[in-house]
């Protein structure tokens, strides 16, 4: 049914579409209201049986999750940022346990300075953690891609991090369209577990594994991903024949089919970039040829599909929420190696951190640069060059500088803020 | 899950067991016993966990009619009983990390709790044992136990207490006695040892939680601890035991003192052992012959600085005050003793 709904509650409806049996998470903006909205639906009954547990941290978040998935329960969590940090080692653990865990990151930036705007830079730390990673490009995907998390991690057996642009997309109210019990129940069959505390048949999870063996698990996880490559395509196809919806998937091409410069991103700045795409080729299509790449499988990392997307292209540009501090992108890093030998040009544009706006004029502008080859090969769009060099200045001169966001706020004339 | 059982167990106790009637038998002394930790595993000579875990288990096995699922934390416990691809648990167990073996207990309580509902029942006649050492319990684990008691899960979390991290090598936990040396808390300086006034106590902060049942045990009364456990098992909601198991190795004691360690603990009042509902202490186990702290002490190597050149004999003072606290505070002497 169309609604015109939060992009929070659309996840939360189409999360409780999926039947889970326990959901166990704990606040932090902007994933509250996912699971503000969940805790209701579970409160009033709606969602009987399922158990909703209000935990003390994110690393008891995932610790409950990890316990109910093992004794065979559909399992659910949400979290961001410092949160997704702070159960960072259960998240580790819940894939090598190999438990099909689905759990929305309401992507935020990570302190400090604290930050609750969108970036990347949460689950990206998480990059190799085992767990696969969709990015929802706008809110119809970020709840489609629910109910295709499910049912790919309870086939493969591993767990599906949701990613979802924090504020961008949770709190922004658009038309969705919430699926129906029934077609829902006939896309998604019962959690069946591959493996599970039983006391009619007992095994050991989570036994203490030496060198003899390690590597093979941990190779094992690999293979799983490369299966993931094959069913999330065919999950979102699967999908799309059912609902009429294309979401999901590996990647995503717009006007790609032409161009010699391809823009490659994640998330909810696709759409702006198509737009931006859109004006600067104009109306009669005569300006720069220039495509969009959504990325929606981040981890398995479909090299591939990147290189048969990107290969007829001259030169690519990785637009990313995420930055590699002391080298880079994190995903230019990925694109380049799904390019290697082609000898495309390769720019890296960091872009949007901490919730900085991405503005279409400053994408025009960067993406003119790029098309002229003027571009350097490492781009921070918008950054304030003037007050960074007066920080460094400022350092050189004396050690006891003080704290940089309070100076860089003072520099901006911004009054800097204090504890009272 | 049974299996018939091999009888380790020689000597009067046994016997004496084997004499009451078959209700009153102790879990071990039958070959009933579901043998859920069985023998094979890599646990030091008389390590005083592997003892208590096994009587443990088994006593809540046979409470559950066998339905049971542990969590283990990470730690001895866990190493020596599980090198893949062996294993030693013949009941469904997981192990995920250190620090949240209560959370993972409370996560498989919901996950039964919804199949239970599912299948038309109140409750799930599959129950939950979470366990762990002290490290895991009093230090990393704390705030998942906490979570788990204040929310009331249907868990009962098994603190196997050695009083140190002794997978890692014998470092001191927040259950570390004072003046103990462990390879954090040195046996060096004008205080050798670990300090006087830190650590926790547990069952003290389980019963600040309010919670359906506490109790302490050691593994020098195994019928104790297995009538505990099976009470513990009687009850629904959060439970936490707190078992004093020495550990030969960390303590630096004989393999054969184990079980004597652990009695001297509770009859100098080192170790008070007691049971406490919702909140109130509700029994203790009276000392029968009170012993001077000196005797539990001087056995054991972490504490042999205590004994060597002048001594230090105002810390064994200061442990012995503690000790005479503890008595009063659980009244664990009768009146005559105390005239004594
Ligand atoms: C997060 C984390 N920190 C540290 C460790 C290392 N570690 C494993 S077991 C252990 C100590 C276990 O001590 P305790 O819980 O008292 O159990 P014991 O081995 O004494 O039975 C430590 C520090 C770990 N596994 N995980
Ligand atoms: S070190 Fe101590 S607790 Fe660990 S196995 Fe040996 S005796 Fe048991």
Redesign the interface.
């Not at chain 2, 066998?66 to 699922?69: A, G, M, P, R, V």
């Not at chain 2, 648990?89 to 990390?97: A, D, K, T, V």
């Not at chain 2, 498989?108 to 199949?115: P, Q």
């Given at each position: 049914m169309l609604k015109q709904i939060e992009g929070s509650q659309a996840v939360a409806q189409t999360v409780a579409l999926s039947r889970p049996e326990v959901i166990c998470a704990y606040p932090i903006s902007p994933q509250t209201h996912i699971v503000e909205g969940l805790g209701e639906l579970v409160k009033s009954g709606a969602l009987a049986p399922c158990e909703f547990i209000n935990v003390e941290s994110e690393f008891a978040a995932m610790s409950v999750a990890i316990g109910s998935s093992a004794a065979g329960a559909r399992t659910y969590t949400a979290t961001a940022s410092q949160g997704l940090l702070f159960m960072a080692e259960a998240v580790y653990n819940a894939s090598g346990l190999g438990l099909p865990i689905v759990m929305t990151v309401a992507n935020r930036a990570i302190g400090a300075p604290i930050n609750i705007w969108n970036d990347h830079s949460d689950s990206m730390s998480q990059r190799d953690c085992g767990w696969i990673q969709l990015f929802a490009a706008h809110n119809q995907e970020a709840a489609d891609l629910h109910i295709q998390a499910f049912k790919l991690a309870e086939e493969l057996s591993m767990p599906v991090m949701v990613c979802m642009d924090g504020f961008i997309l949770t709190h922004a109210v658009e038309r969705v369209d919430i699926p129906a019990q029934n077609e829902v129940d006939a896309f998604l069959p019962p959690y069946e577990p591959r493996q599970v505390l039983d006391v009619n048949e007992p095994v050991s999870i989570g036994a203490m594994v030496g060198p003899e063996a390690f590597m093979e698990v941990r190779y094992l996880a690999h293979a799983k991903q490369l299966m993931a490559l094959d069913r999330i395509p065919q999950i979102a196809a699967e999908f799309a024949e059912r609902f009429g919806r294309t979401t999901g998937g590996l990647v995503r091409g717009y006007r790609c089919q032409d161009a010699d410069t391809i823009v490659v991103a994640l998330g909810s700045v696709i759409g702006t970039l198509k737009d931006t795409v859109d004006e600067l080729r104009g109306p009669a299509d005569d300006g720069p040829r220039i495509g969009v790449l959504g990325i929606h499988s981040f981890r398995p990392f479909p090299l591939a599909a990147v290189r048969a997307a990107l290969e007829q292209a001259k030169r690519v540009v990785v637009l990313e929420k995420s930055f590699s501090v002391g080298l880079g992108g994190v995903v230019s890093t990925d694109v380049r190696l799904a390019l290697s030998g082609l000898g495309l040009q390769g720019y890296t544009v960091i872009a949007g951190l901490g919730g900085r706006a991405i503005t279409k004029a400053s994408l025009a502008r960067m993406l003119r640069e790029a098309v002229a080859d003027r571009l350097p090969p490492l781009t921070f769009l918008d950054l304030d060059e003037r007050i960074v060099k007066r920080q460094l200045e400022r350092e050189a001169a004396t050690r006891r500088s003080g704290p940089i966001a309070e100076n860089l706020l003072r520099d901006l004339g911004t009054v800097a803020s204090k504890v009272s | 899950?049974h299996q018939p059982v091999k009888f380790y167990q020689t000597g009067t106790f046994t016997v004496g067991n084997r004499l009451l009637a078959p209700e009153q038998r102790s879990v071990q002394a039958s070959t009933e016993r579901s043998n859920s930790l069985n023998s094979g595993h890599r646990a030091c000579q008389g390590c005083g966990e592997a003892l208590g875990a096994r009587y443990a288990v088994d006593a809540a096995m046979r409470a559950t009619g066998?339905?049971?699922?542990a969590?283990?934390a990470t730690g001895c416990l866990?190493?020596f009983s599980?090198?893949?691809?062996e294993?030693s648990?013949?009941?469904?167990?997981?192990?995920?990390?250190f620090?949240?073996a209560a959370?993972?207990?409370?996560?498989?309580?919901?996950?039964?709790?919804?199949?239970a509902?599912?299948a038309g029942a109140e409750h799930s006649p599959?129950r939950v044992i979470a366990q762990g050492g002290d490290g895991g319990t009093t230090d990393i684990g704390f705030?998942?136990l906490?979570?788990m008691f204040?929310?009331n899960d249907d868990v009962l979390y098994l603190c196997y207490d050695n009083e140190a991290y002794m997978n890692t090598g014998v470092q001191r936990s927040s259950a570390t006695p004072p003046a103990a040396r462990t390879a954090t808390t040195m046996a060096v300086g004008a205080h050798p040892g670990a300090e006087f006034g830190q650590g926790k106590n547990l069952p003290l902060i389980a019963m600040a939680h309010e919670i359906p049942y506490v109790a302490t045990a050691t593994v020098a009364d195994l019928r104790d601890l297995e009538a505990k456990v099976e009470k513990a098992m009687s009850i629904h909601g959060a439970r936490y035991l707190h078992i004093l198991v020495p550990c030969p190795l960390g303590w630096g004691a004989a393999s054969h003192d184990t079980i004597r360690l652990a009695r001297l603990a509770r009859e100098t009042g080192i170790f008070p052992v007691f049971e406490a509902e919702h909140g109130e202490v509700t029994a203790v186990t009276k000392i029968r012959r009170h012993v001077p702290v000196e005797e539990y002490l001087r056995p054991q190597k972490r504490f042999a600085h205590l004994f060597s050149g002048n001594g230090h004999p105002e810390t064994i003072a200061r442990i012995q005050a503690d000790a005479d606290r503890n008595i009063r505070r659980f009244k664990l002497l009768d009146e005559a003793q105390q005239e004594a």
């Open positions: - | 899950m066998n339905q049971l699922i969590a283990n866990e190493v599980t090198p893949y691809p294993t648990w013949q009941l469904p167990w997981i192990h995920s990390l620090g949240n959370a993972v207990g409370t996560g498989i309580a919901a996950a039964l709790k919804v199949k509902i599912k599959v705030g998942c906490s979570g204040e929310r």
